[in-house]
């Protein structure tokens, strides 16, 4: 359990630029909501699995109801903004700061492409993945239009 928060802590300051980068793009923000409104709709559906149809067909509408209204919201309403007070860290004096005799060689990185950031990257692997789960789809809609055309009335 002390792991796990302590894994959970050290990750928190590795996305917070990334978190903050998601407030600045409206596109990036709007995936990022229409992600997590499709997520509690499947859930939801997924938790009232011995409701009636019926039911899970309009917790299922709402949630595509949600997810055409979003992009409309998310450009026309006035935005809430939340103020976040940073804590202060302590400033250390350069002459306070202790003189190394041997510089420390760190692992060499690749940097990235100068046009590439964090949330391009982001965007990137989640239109891969939406590509990626709607493949599937769009062969079984390959298969239907291919038995229809077959079929003998």
Known sequence: MTQSIAIWTNMIPALTPLVLSLGDSLPAAIVFKATVALAFGLIAAWLARRCRA????????????????LPLTAAFAPPIRIVIRAKREAVIPIAAAPVMATPISAAPTRPLPPNSSPLDLLLTAY??????????????????RQLRRSAIP
């Open 127 to 144: 239109l891969a993945g939406a590509g990626l789960f709607l493949l599937p789809v769009i062969v079984g809609l390959w298969q239907v």
């Open 54 to 69: 019926a039911v899970r067909h309009a917790m299922l509408a709402a949630v595509f109801g949600v997810l055409l209204l």
